[in-house]
């Protein structure tokens, strides 16, 4: 037979009361723990599976004639070093430098038109650990952070700002739910990013 007066008697205890308090506010913080581990992991792994974040293309276009200063040789200065291009003043009432590809650099850069693009991948990227996640649904962003596994050679075009192996940098990331599924939407990884939008600062010499 139960003992009923017992019970009561540690119903009326407030010890009782305030350890299952602790066990519940435990429990739940174990909980919530979990769930943010799991979208944090989710996070990671999903930017690890979309290639153009993990094996990204150099998205690297610049003029084959620009004006000449000293901004411009600087930019350039890499690639000359690493033979991929030479330098050759212009005549003309603005001075202006052209941009010639040599044969090792015809191998990782095109001329189309009047621009050099990039044609190859820099190099393989991993996403290690999600330091911040907010959840806005059907939204989601993050801050990560991400190490190079990989570069290819003529990634040295960038010059002093290009990605050390190893070294763990910082990027942002913005995933959607779609169809059953989170999907990258967009991402920065400034360090990384500004390397390459220093080309972009080149600019066209008048033809």
């Given at each position: 037979?139960?003992?009923?007066?017992?019970?009561?008697?540690?119903?009326?205890?407030?010890?009782?009361?305030?350890?299952?308090?602790?066990?519940?506010?435990?429990?739940?913080?174990?909980?919530?723990?979990?769930?943010?581990?799991?979208?944090?992991?989710?996070?990671?792994?999903?930017?690890?599976?979309?290639?153009?974040?993990?094996?990204?293309?150099?998205?690297?276009?610049?003029?084959?004639?620009?004006?000449?200063?000293?901004?411009?040789?600087?930019?350039?200065?890499?690639?000359?070093?690493?033979?991929?291009?030479?330098?050759?003043?212009?005549?003309?009432?603005?001075?202006?430098?052209?941009?010639?590809?040599?044969?090792?650099?015809?191998?990782w850069f095109s001329v189309v038109g009047n621009q050099i693009i990039a044609t190859f991948k820099v190099g393989t990227r991993e996403a290690t650990r999600v330091v911040e996640l907010e959840d806005t649904f059907p939204s989601r962003s993050i801050r990560f952070r991400y190490h190079w596994n990989q570069l290819q050679p003529a990634s040295e075009v960038l010059g002093p700002q290009v990605?050390?192996?190893?070294?763990?940098?910082?990027?942002?990331?913005?995933?959607?739910?779609?169809?059953?599924?989170?999907?990258?939407?967009?991402?920065?990884?400034?360090?990384?990013?500004?390397?390459?939008?220093?080309?972009?600062?080149?600019?066209?010499?008048?033809?």
């Open positions: 037979m139960v003992d009923l007066s017992h019970l009561k008697s540690l119903l009326r205890d407030k010890r009782v009361w305030a350890a299952l308090l602790t066990a519940v506010v435990l429990l739940a913080g174990l909980v919530l723990w979990a769930v943010r581990s799991y979208h944090r992991a989710q996070a990671r792994d999903g930017l690890n599976e979309f290639a153009p974040f993990a094996n990204p293309a150099l998205d690297l276009t610049f003029p084959s004639i620009v004006l000449e200063n000293d901004a411009s040789r600087e930019i350039l200065e890499a690639g000359v070093r690493q033979r991929y291009w030479t330098l050759h003043p212009r005549g003309g009432a603005t001075a202006s430098l052209e941009v010639r590809l040599t044969n090792q650099g015809l191998r990605p050390e192996l190893g070294k763990e940098y910082e990027g942002e990331a913005l995933f959607l739910y779609e169809n059953g599924k989170w999907r990258v939407m967009h991402w920065t990884t400034p360090v990384y990013d500004q390397a390459v939008e220093q080309f972009k600062t080149l600019k066209p010499a008048p033809q």
